[in-house]
């Protein structure tokens, strides 16, 4: 375990987060800490240490764990914020950056975030546009490596959180995706364990930049994980 990545993954509740966390169960070559504000329901055979406390104390554990990387796989839905935008923003910008600038003054050296595909700050979807200002304040920081992985519609099971839009658009995609081709590839449902592999093994390269991945990228991402004896593909 000397050779170890340390990884700290904020966002540990959702749908991307638990496929982290799933994807961690037996690994050796690296070391996972999850932060959250409640606890976590962890798969059996999981090495973890997880941490409970409130987002002001979140740099607080940074500093305690001293991660090389983070994976942040925070985010909430408009239904959930109560279609207000100010709530939206509390947690997809707010939280993301304040966490991502206490990181950045800790000496975390890689930082990976989960955005989405379509994200641009110029762009009138509020949504689309929220997620583009954080990918470009996030490079403002100037982490050593900075990856952000735009994901097609996540394709998973979401714990007491299916949308009526969503399940018909999850039930969809495999046909969807047959239909979406050239620059259309980029909006193909993609399967949150897929995302989490590359996130991890983006976690674990040391090469510096800036580093935008669609869903084929992302795809070839998850590829380059070392798998393990017992992995479930």
């Not at 950045?104 to 009138?124: C, N, Q, T, W, Y």
Request: charged share 30%; with cysteine; proline share 4%.
């Amino acid at each position: 375990m000397s050779d170890a990545v340390r990884i700290a993954l904020i966002g540990a509740t959702g749908l991307v987060g638990s496929s982290v966390i799933g994807q961690c169960v037996g690994r050796e070559d690296l070391r996972l800490t999850g932060i959250a504000r409640r606890e976590v329901a962890l798969p059996r055979g999981i090495r973890m240490e997880l941490f409970v406390a409130e987002p002001a104390k979140w740099g607080e554990v940074i500093e305690a764990v001293q991660p090389k990387a983070i994976i942040c796989a925070l985010g909430t839905t408009w239904k959930k914020a109560g279609a207000d935008e100010a709530a939206f923003r509390a947690v997809d910008q707010d939280l993301v950056l304040d966490t991502a600038r206490a990181a950045r003054e800790l000496g975390v050296e890689r930082f990976v975030h989960i955005s989405s595909v379509g994200a641009d700050p110029m762009v009138k979807p509020f949504y689309l546009r929220v997620k583009g200002e954080v990918e470009r304040e996030l490079t403002k920081l100037r982490f050593n490596r900075l990856d952000i992985l735009r994901p097609g519609l996540l394709r998973g099971t979401r714990e007491n959180d299916r949308r009526p839009a969503e399940r018909f658009g999850i039930a969809a995609a495999p046909v969807a995706n047959l239909l979406l081709h050239g620059k259309y590839r980029q909006y193909r449902g993609i399967k949150a364990d897929v995302v989490a592999r590359a996130a991890l093994a983006l976690a674990k390269r040391a090469a510096r930049g800036r580093f935008v991945h669609d869903n084929d990228a992302i795809q070839r991402a998850a590829h380059t994980l070392p798998q393990i004896e017992h992995e479930v593909l």
